[in-house]
Each structure stands twice: as C-alpha cells, then as structure tokens.
C-alpha cells in the first residue's frame, strides 16, 4: 500500500513555488497516494496535474481574485480555528504532511499529531520579514515554535538554510535540495506559437509574475517612463494576473505608457513568450523560488535579477546582471541591457531531476 502523502499550499495559481509542486508531485505520484491541500479554492496548475493527484481546498475562495478584506478574514480564521480546521482537512487522513510553503499552510500543519511525520519545506529568505524590537522576539519565538514541531526540514538552498537559522533554531534535522524543475515541459512548451507576438522595433523586455506588491512592478513602470524620458527606447511586457491589476493598469495610463509598458494578463503557457524576449526581468523586492529566473535560463536568455539571496545560485549564469534591490541600481541594469549588443552565451543549464527525487524520497521513506 502507498504512503498517504499531503502537500500543504496557498494556492495554485500560477508561480515559481506552486509550479515547482506541481512537477514534484507528477513525478512522486508513481510512488506515492498523494493530495494537496490549498488554502484558496481554484488555479490554473490544478489542469496541469496528473489526474492521480487528489486537491482539497479549505475556503471557496480564489486567491488571485479575493479582496484583501477577504484574505484578512481568512487568515484571521485560520488563526482563531487553526486546530478545528486541522482535524477537519488533516487528522489521521495522511501518514506524512507536508508544508510545501512558508506561512499559513506551515502553521495548520504543525497542530500536534504523533501519528504522522511533518516536514517544512523552507523557500523563501525570511530575513526579508523580520521584525523589529519587541514584535521581532515575539514573532521569531512563534515561528520557532512553529518549526520545532516538524520532524524535518526542507531548504530549496544554502542561502534559505543560512538566513533561516539566523533567527531561528529548532533542533530537528535539515537538508538542503533544490527544486525540481521538468525541463522537457519548458522546452516543448517553447515551441508554441505565440497568441500575442511581442514587437521587435524596439528591444523588448518581458516579466512573468503574480501581479503583487512584492513584485516590483509599480516600481518598474516609473523607472521605464524615466527610461523613456532619457532617450533609452524599450517596451516591457508582463505576463501574469493579481491583485495589483488595476492599480498598475492605471499607473500605466497616468503616466502615458500604454503602448511600452504591456500588461498581456494570464498566459497558461508562457515559454514561448519567454523564448521570443529579448531579455527577462525579475525586480522583486522578496522571491521565494525566482522559478522565472531558471527557465529563462534554461531557454538561454539574458536576466536582469534584483540581488536577492535566494536567486544568488544562478549569479554564475554569464547571461546574468544582478542589481541592488533599488530604483537608481534597477535603471541602471536596464539601461545597460538596453544599449548591450554582446551576443548572448550559449549554456547548457544541468539539471540533476534524479538526484533530487532520490534525496526527497530518502527523506520521505525515512
């Protein structure tokens, strides 16, 4: 009989976390019966799941077209019912849980159970959230607690692990393993033809993300116009959808971009858009993964990525140009990408997909 095995998540919409988790469990279902329980209701990877995969959602809701007094409500209740709702989703269902993402989902899953082994899965530097002064005690004390009941845990990189344990502590065993990526599906996926062809009078840069906050895309419009004003010519695509939407559809308007600054909404499939771009951006101010930044590696294209640690293990890629997490270091990076006419380095990106299924499998069967 299959180990039963839960992976706990916000959500499924499309990104370099949530993807990730969608080609690890496609290729752990041959092992084991597996299920993924999400906080939000919905997303577009549920159809790229293999149809062994079980999905359980907790709330009715859609992530990326909830208010935010909805998310509020919904974290508050999460909170407040946290072990009500865990013996409902989890208890005694599963014979491993999980947490495939920092945040919600690692909280529900570390309700005491002796009969299950709980693993964290730590992606994202942490050090980016950190308090100050007393909430910073307090808050470090819980998520140490939070942490200490896992049986193990789980870093996508030496960076996350080092960041991690600055401000925290818990004693249980850590492994680091980077995410598994499936390369064939980015390649094939490449080769489509492209619903909207992206211009080429002009070089053209191309962004694919959730549309938050955290995403730097409010940024990137004002120092594209600053761009645009010093005589530095360039469109800049988006895929992606969110939250953010109206807000940055206005942005570009005030700032009479509309036919530079492209927001080209969701593409199920953005590889070939990838594939088409000139050069690829990444002006996150936190990433968990930067999946964006290893498939457009892997489709040899050159990046402008802010210097995020997580990030830092792509920084040998000679197609690479990290900045500073600020506005001045960001134009500075696309105004040299803007006038660079080096050919671009041909690199084949190694990829060891048995290495890491071996590793999480040990760690699962042990």
Same mark, same amino acid.
């Given at each position: 009989?299959?180990?039963?095995?839960?992976?706990?998540?916000t959500s499924l919409d499309y990104g370099g976390i949530e993807m990730s988790l969608v080609d690890l469990v496609n290729k752990l279902v041959n092992y084991y019966d597996i299920t993924i329980l999400t906080l939000y209701n919905g997303g577009d990877l549920i159809s790229k799941l293999k149809k062994q995969v079980k999905i359980v959602s907790i709330y009715k809701h859609k992530y990326l077209t909830s208010t935010n007094d909805q998310r509020r409500k919904i974290s508050l209740k999460l909170m407040i019912a946290c072990r009500t709702i865990y013996l409902k989703y989890l208890k005694n269902k599963y014979?491993?849980?999980?947490?495939?993402?920092?945040?919600?989902?690692?909280?529900?899953?570390?309700?005491? +159970? +002796?009969?299950?082994?709980k693993i964290a899965w730590v992606h994202t530097n942490i050090s980016k959230y950190n308090e100050k002064g007393i909430k910073k005690h307090l808050k470090n004390g819980k998520t140490n607690k939070i942490y200490s009941s896992y049986d193990k845990i789980i870093f996508s990189g030496e960076l996350v692990k080092e960041k991690f344990n600055k401000y925290y502590y818990p004693n249980i065993p850590q492994y680091v393993i980077p995410n598994y990526i499936d390369v064939s599906r980015i390649i094939m996926g490449s080769k489509v033809k492209l619903e909207v062809e992206l211009k080429k009078d002009l070089k053209n840069f191309l962004i694919v993300t959730k549309l938050e906050k955290t995403k730097g895309i409010e940024r990137l419009i004002i120092i594209h116009k600053r761009l645009l004003v010093d005589g530095y010519k360039h469109r800049i695509y988006v895929i992606g959808e969110g939250p953010q939407y109206n807000i940055l559809s206005k942005n570009i308007k005030k700032l009479g971009v509309e036919e530079t600054f492209i927001l080209l909404g969701k593409k199920d499939n953005p590889y070939p858009y990838i594939k088409c771009a000139n050069n690829i951006i990444l002006a996150s101010n936190n990433e968990g993964y930067g999946l964006s930044v290893l498939e457009s590696m892997i489709l040899k294209k050159p990046i402008l990525s802010t210097s995020l640690s997580v990030v830092e293990k792509y920084k040998?890629?000679?197609?690479?140009?990290?900045?500073?997490?600020?506005?001045?270091?960001?134009?500075?990076?696309?105004?040299?990408?803007? +006038?660079?006419?080096?050919?671009?380095?041909?690199? +084949?990106?190694?990829?060891?997909?048995?290495?890491?299924?071996?590793?999480?499998r040990e760690i699962i069967n042990n």
């Open positions: 009989m299959k180990k039963r095995i839960v992976f706990g998540i014979d491993i849980e999980i947490a495939f993402m920092e945040g919600p989902m690692t909280m529900l899953m570390s309700s005491e +159970n +002796n009969n299950v082994k040998d890629y000679p197609n690479i140009i990290l900045v500073k997490d600020d506005e001045q270091n960001i134009y500075t990076g696309l105004k040299y990408m803007i +006038n660079n006419k080096k050919r671009v380095q041909k690199v +084949n990106i190694k990829v060891d997909n048995k290495k890491v299924i071996d590793e999480i």
